[in-house]
Nanobody, 112 residues
Framework: QVRLVESGGGLVQPGGSLRLSCSAS????????MAWYRQAPGKQREMVAS???????IYADSVKGRFTISRDNAKRTVYLQMNSLEPEDTAVYYC??????WGQGTQVTVSS
């Protein structure tokens, strides 16, 4: 059974930073591609960033240069460092593991 648990969300002012974490249960974490998605109210869920088993990354254009995805295979954890946050980044952020596994999400609110 695969379980993904996100943490690190919260309320932050524009220009601030947050780091999201996603801890995964299950075996062979290191071989799977991991990703962060987000869903804002009234909008479709969108991919924010992904990282392959060997560390190759892809970012949505809207977050390039501001967000960084990384992983620690020994800890079975994937991170999303978010800098220069904007109100448009407000959303529920979800962790995703290759194969269709999702976490419950963590709320990120960017507001003054």
């Amino acid at each position: 059974q695969v379980r993904l648990v996100e943490s690190g969300g919260g309320l932050v002012q524009p220009g601030g930073s947050l780091r999201l974490s996603c801890s995964a249960s299950g075996n062979f974490f290191s071989i799977y591609e991991m990703a962060w998605y987000r869903q804002a109210p009234g909008k479709q869920r969108e991919m924010v960033a992904s990282i392959t088993s060997i560390g190759n990354t892809i970012y949505a254009d809207s977050v390039k240069g501001r967000f960084t995805i990384s992983r620690d295979n020994a800890k079975r954890t994937v991170y999303l460092q978010m800098n220069s946050l904007e109100p448009e980044d407000t959303a529920v952020y979800y962790c995703n593991r290759q194969g269709g596994f999702w976490g419950q999400g963590t709320q990120v609110t960017v507001s003054s």
